[in-house]
């Protein structure tokens, strides 16, 4: 209905550029999710740490220029063919997202999220994987990625009349596989929980303790510089 509509948009904004890193600094998006669930890939990086996202939203480190970076930039350049792909051979028409979505009680979650699944209250995320993505997933996604999970469960989250993601993931030279989270309520509060209590130690510039032997390394030389 009308008002549904206007109560999904209200809280959005144009989508902003996701190489702003001042903006970036001021909110937790859903590319967050994976590194506060712990769940990133790569975690003997240090940006993919508690310790390293902590450093970006406090300003004391710039978050990494990804502009450069050949996966996402792959991932960006097929977004438009998995669309075509998806409407051609599913009949899913996945309407591209403009807007910024900001939650309601906590403005600094936000999700910008691939797309919209038209006719539906469904968010549509597109993912082409690289081939070593691909081995850990398995070609029938029976081992879908958590950070993947993670990035929908923010996302569910932050836009509260969504009822489910639906993943469109295009493995190269393979057909358009789909894999569909359903709301869970109780994990995306479990999520909020977890995700309040990292806000927390940014606006009380509070560091986390490190979890990883990186963040342990990147403490303690810190440590050793100040001293």
Same mark, same amino acid.
């Given at each position: 209905?009308?008002?549904?509509?206007?109560?999904?948009?209200?809280?959005?904004?144009?989508?902003?550029?996701? $190489?702003?890193?001042?903006? &970036?600094? +001021?909110?937790? !998006?859903?590319?967050?999710?994976?590194?506060?669930?712990?769940?990133?890939?790569?975690?003997?990086?240090? *940006?993919?740490?508690?310790? !390293?996202?902590? +450093?970006?939203?406090?300003?004391?480190?710039?978050?990494?220029?990804? $502009? /450069?970076?050949?996966?996402?930039?792959? !991932?960006?350049?097929? /977004?438009?063919?998995?669309?075509? &792909?998806?409407?051609?051979?599913?009949?899913?028409?996945?309407?591209?997202?403009?807007?910024?979505?900001?939650?309601?009680?906590?403005?600094?979650?936000?999700? *910008?999220?691939?797309?919209?699944?038209?006719?539906?209250?469904?968010?549509?995320?597109?993912?082409?994987?690289?081939?070593?993505?691909?081995?850990?997933? !398995?070609?029938?996604?029976?081992?879908?990625?958590?950070?993947?999970?993670?990035?929908?469960?923010?996302?569910?989250?932050?836009?509260?009349?969504?009822?489910? #993601? %639906?993943?469109?993931?295009?493995?190269? %030279? @393979? &057909?358009? @596989?789909?894999? &569909?989270?359903?709301?869970?309520?109780? #994990?995306?509060?479990?999520?909020?929980?977890?995700?309040?209590?990292?806000?927390?130690? #940014? /606006?009380?510039?509070?560091?986390?303790?490190?979890?990883?032997? #990186?963040?342990? +390394?990147?403490?303690?030389?810190?440590?050793?510089?100040?001293?």
């Amino acid at each position: 209905t009308k008002g549904n509509m206007e109560e999904t948009v209200i809280y959005t904004t144009d989508q902003f550029d996701p $190489s702003d890193q001042k903006r &970036r600094m +001021n909110v937790i !998006g859903s590319s967050d999710a994976p590194v506060i669930t712990r769940t990133a890939p790569f975690q003997n990086q240090i *940006h993919n740490t508690w310790l !390293g996202l902590w +450093n970006i939203k406090t300003g004391k480190s710039l978050a990494p220029d990804l $502009s /450069e970076n050949e996966a996402v930039q792959w !991932g960006i350049d097929m /977004e438009d063919t998995v669309r075509m &792909r998806a409407k051609r051979h599913l009949g899913v028409e996945l309407r591209k997202a403009t807007e910024t979505f900001y939650h309601k009680k906590y403005p600094f979650l936000c999700a *910008h999220p691939d797309s919209i699944i038209k006719g539906k209250k469904e968010i549509g995320e597109i993912k082409c994987p690289g081939m070593g993505t691909m081995m850990k997933m !398995g070609e029938d996604l029976e081992n879908f990625l958590d950070s993947y999970k993670a990035q929908g469960i923010h996302q569910l989250l932050v836009m509260d009349k969504m009822k489910a #993601v %639906q993943f469109y993931v295009q493995y190269p %030279q @393979k &057909r358009l @596989k789909v894999f &569909r989270m359903e709301r869970d309520d109780r #994990v995306i509060d479990k999520y909020l929980q977890l995700v309040l209590a990292f806000w927390d130690m #940014v /606006e009380k510039d509070i560091q986390p303790e490190p979890q990883t032997e #990186v963040e342990t +390394n990147a403490a303690f030389f810190k440590h050793k510089e100040e001293v």
